[in-house]
């Protein structure tokens, strides 16, 4: 922040995440560079009724929040932070919440709290070592998952992701499979792989009717890959045994969202980057980006590469 002051006023927001364009763009009237999160989004109408903005420089490694073809027919460069600054992290949080999920963490914590030490008998768990586990994204962060455990726990992982060659997959010594296979023979599925429009909801009834009976789901990726009220059904008919969400599509959640309310789901607010290592550096390469548009200098990880040969409010090239 000390740095930023620096360079000129700022100032903070929160924003309701469905904020319509045209009242993002008046309150951001006047200012040339965002540091944004998930939420708000920054879609046409808004880089159509904002001149000011020259950078968003997205803290985070999703895009998924900005149209990118609009910022760049606006001249509006978009930035995010480099893959390996949240790798581990994210990785390791999936970990938790799969521990959480296969043995019963939680409910045996309640358990002694609540005096009943008795109950321990309930809380016989799975063992991921003799799991089978699907990876669906073989990304920066699926790839890390994968690593660990397989190497970690010796478990039998496969993967999907239409994105990265089999040969690649099979290096890291992970089979690579097709998405129905990876769905239907999994006892644990960890959901990694970045949105897209090609991949809004493509887990729904239809997905769920694929799975084992009992299947355990692991999601840090998006919330929006997992259609709601199929996730529902098939957490209260037992077809998931137990899963644990760091993302949901409405963030946060209202009182009214009938997840919440699920015995057998746990969720965690959306923290998966939230390491004191990963923070930081996630913070250095914002204020980075700033500094360096500030300089006419040209920022790392613009993901609108268009925008500099094409020309930009910032006025710089690459």
């Known amino acids: 922040m000390?740095?930023?002051r620096s360079l000129g006023p700022v100032e903070s927001f929160q924003f309701d995440p469905d904020v319509n364009g045209k009242k993002l763009a008046r309150k951001l009237a006047g200012y040339k560079y965002v540091i944004a999160s998930v939420t708000p989004n920054f879609l046409e109408e808004f880089f159509e009724e904002n001149s000011d903005i020259k950078l968003i420089a997205r803290h985070g490694i999703g895009c998924d929040n900005v149209d990118l073809e609009a910022a760049t027919t606006a001249g509006v460069i978009v930035t995010r932070v480099g893959h390996q600054s949240e790798r581990d992290a994210v990785a390791e949080l999936t970990l938790s919440l799969i521990m959480t999920c296969?043995?019963?963490?939680?409910?045996?914590?309640?358990?002694?709290k609540e005096n009943q030490w008795e109950r321990r008998k309930e809380f016989v768990g799975k063992e991921l070592s003799g799991m089978k586990v699907g990876i669906i994204g073989y990304g920066n962060i699926g790839s890390?998952?994968?690593?660990?455990?397989?190497?970690?726990?010796r478990a039998e992982v496969s993967a999907y992701d239409p994105n990265i060659a089999d040969a690649v997959i099979e290096k890291t010594g992970v089979k690579p499979a097709g998405f129905e296979e990876v769905l239907g023979n999994s006892d644990l599925l960890s959901?990694?792989?970045?949105?897209?429009?090609?991949?809004y909801h493509f887990v729904g009834e239809e997905e769920f009717g694929l799975m084992k009976d009992g299947v355990i789901i692991v999601n840090t990726a998006r919330g929006e890959l997992i259609d709601k009220s199929a996730f529902l059904s098939a957490l209260e008919s037992g077809k998931v045994r137990c899963a644990g969400v760091d993302v949901l599509e409405e963030e946060p959640p209202s009182?009214?969202?009938?997840?919440?309310?699920?015995?057998?789901?746990?969720?965690?607010p959306h923290v998966g980057s939230y390491t004191e290592k990963s923070l930081r550096a996630m913070d250095e390469k914002m204020v980075e980006d700033v500094e360096k548009l500030v300089e006419g200098e040209v920022p790392e990880e613009v993901v609108n590469p268009k925008v500099l040969r094409e020309g930009n409010r910032a006025g710089v090239s690459k």
Do not use: T
């Open 2 to 4: 000390e740095r930023l």
């Open 102 to 112: 296969i043995r019963n963490v939680i409910p045996a914590n309640q358990a002694v």
């Open 144 to 153: 890390r998952v994968g690593e660990i455990i397989k190497e970690g726990f």
């Open 191 to 199: 959901f990694n792989a970045s949105l897209n429009k090609e991949n």
């Open 255 to 268: 009182s009214r969202n009938q997840l919440r309310r699920e015995d057998n789901l746990y969720i965690l």
